[in-house]
């Protein structure tokens, strides 16, 4: 669990990108002191596609990712846990710090995820960007974090999947064993249909401003494991009801008047050949 003090620090890590571009004042006609321009990273919402580290490349789970401000700050999720980070921006060049974490308990493989992309996307890091496909590469030249930039996720028509609880401005874990089962689409005649974890159900959704108004909801009458039916319980009062949405590029948080809800992200995209 995590707290609204480390969340709060996340949205506050000091800045300390840099930017530079065109050409250095006492540079000759030749080009030679020209400055190249920064690789364009900043303003993007970048998926993690993979990590390799001493020869070894492992996928990142749904909903890794990373957005750099040009301010140099830079927030993301590292397959788990949420992390704030410093960016410096230098021609080819990052340089990056990362300075806050949340601390949920996570499943075996996505911490193993998470401690191996740490190690990685830190220090001095070359890019090269290849059309929407960025890889970073350490100084031993075998560490690499490869990247794809993702258009952001419309509400309705989008595939979400659960993957945390949330009460006030902490966040939470799901219950171990029910990881990736929950998922829903609003359709654009606000028809809604998915799992909440163990059962599928279908209800409506009928959206003013940022409140979402559930109606009848139906659901089969399976019998699930511990887990998946504590994880359904906690779904079923939000989408019981009314619930406040907040869309963020390719994340989606419900919360109910109590503060209590979850969040979710949308499938990745297709990938291309």
């Known amino acids: 669990m995590t707290t609204a003090a480390v969340l709060a620090s996340l949205l506050a890590l000091a800045a300390c990108g840099t930017e530079k ?35 070894k490349t492992t996928p990142a789970p749904a909903g890794a990712h990373v957005e750099i401000e040009k301010n140099g700050r830079a927030k993301g999720n590292s397959g788990c846990n949420h992390f704030g980070a410093a960016v410096a921006v230098d021609g080819d060049t990052l340089t990056v710090s990362v300075a806050e974490t949340t601390e949920m ?20 890091l070359k890019a090269k960007l290849d059309g929407d496909r960025l890889t970073l590469t350490a100084p031993d030249g075998k560490t690499t974090v490869a990247l794809t930039s993702e258009p952001a996720a419309p509400l309705n028509g989008t595939t979400w ?40 159900f279908s209800t409506t959704a009928k959206i003013s401003g940022r409140t979402i108004d559930f109606g009848e909801i139906t659901t089969t009458r399976m019998m699930c494991s511990g887990p998946e039916m504590k994880l359904e319980t906690e779904l079923y009062e939000v989408f019981g009801g009314s619930a406040t949405y907040e869309l963020r590029h390719r994340g989606l948080t419900l919360t109910t008047a109590d503060g209590k809800g979850f969040a979710a992200v949308a499938k990745a995209p297709a990938a291309k050949s």
Do not use: M, Y
């Open 21 to 55: 571009a065109g050409t250095d004042p006492g540079a000759t006609g030749s080009g030679a002191d020209t400055v190249a321009p920064d690789v364009p990273v900043t303003g993007v919402h970048w998926s993690f596609d993979s990590v390799t580290v001493g020869g």
């Open 105 to 124: 308990g996570c499943p075996a493989d996505l911490a193993s995820f998470e401690t191996t992309l740490h190690k990685a996307f830190s220090g001095s």
């Open 161 to 200: 999947t659960v993957d945390s609880l949330v009460a006030g401005k902490s966040a939470a874990s799901l219950p171990q064993g029910s990881e990736g089962k929950a998922h829903f689409v609003i359709d654009k005649n606000g028809k809604v249909r998915g799992s909440l974890g163990c059962n599928r």
